[in-house]
């Protein structure tokens, strides 16, 4: 299976800040990367697919950036309603997997 | 737009078979793949496996061929069967449509409990 590390494990942040959470694949798993956004309580939204691609009705402070092994999400402009818990995953070859999730505190 | 709308039993003994079933509206199965995925309270997300319009599956080997995924065209539905549960099982289960754009739309999550 290929394991996808995220770091850091939690974060925290000021409204107006930019973040970014880094995922790294235990191998090459070309362009098929995506980021999640789980609210409390709530079924995860896909963000962003294929790297960099932003799903509809996602705001384009959102963006996604990498290849190979190592990828990037970034948020620029944090807002309050950005507190979450952040994964991302990979479906290039089975079992689809997923990082441990990054927790996204806002100060 | 596409929904997806999922439902079953939530309280399972030990042994028991989980059944869920996703409802899927907007869109058609040609060209797309359906997946299950499924949260542990607290942890994160485990992909337990997708079917396509053609009714091919692929499963996580992790489920140790406990699982099957099928499909009802006619009523615009697929369903999960898990067999032989434990509490390990115990689990936030979700549908969702995807890949190969990501997973999107999910279904609203269905806590499914194994407990004697």
């Known amino acids: 299976d290929i394991q996808m590390t995220q770091s850091p494990s939690t974060l925290s942040a000021s409204v107006g800040d930019r973040v970014t959470i880094s995922c790294r694949a235990s191998?090459?798993?070309?362009?098929?990367l995506a980021w999640y956004q789980q609210k409390p309580g709530k079924a995860p939204r896909l963000l962003i697919f294929k790297v960099s691609s932003l799903e509809n009705g996602v705001p384009p402070r959102f963006s996604g950036s990498g290849s190979g092994t190592q990828f990037t999400l970034t948020i620029e402009g944090l807002q309050p309603d950005d507190l979450a818990t952040y994964y991302c995953?990979?479906?290039?070859?089975?079992?689809?997997?997923f990082g441990q999730g990054t927790k996204l505190e806002i100060k | 737009q596409v929904q997806l709308q999922q439902w079953g039993a939530g309280l399972l003994k030990p042994s028991e078979t989980l059944s869920l079933t996703c409802a899927v509206s907007?869109?058609?199965?040609?060209?797309?793949?359906w997946t299950w995925i499924r949260q542990p309270p607290g942890k994160g997300l485990e992909w337990i496996g997708e079917i396509d319009h053609a009714g091919i599956t692929k499963y996580n080997p992790s489920l140790k061929g406990r699982v099957t995924i099928s499909l009802d065209m006619s009523k615009n539905q697929f369903s999960l069967s898990l067999i032989s549960l434990t509490a390990a099982d115990t689990a936030l289960y979700y549908c969702?449509?995807?890949?190969?754009?990501?997973?999107?739309?999910w279904g609203q999550g269905t806590l499914v409990t194994v407990s004697s």
């Open positions: 191998q090459s798993i070309s362009t098929w």
């Open positions: 907007g869109a058609s199965f040609s060209g797309h793949y």
């Open positions: 995953q990979q479906y290039n070859s089975y079992p689809y997997t």
């Open positions: 969702a449509k995807g890949p190969p754009d990501g997973f999107a739309p």
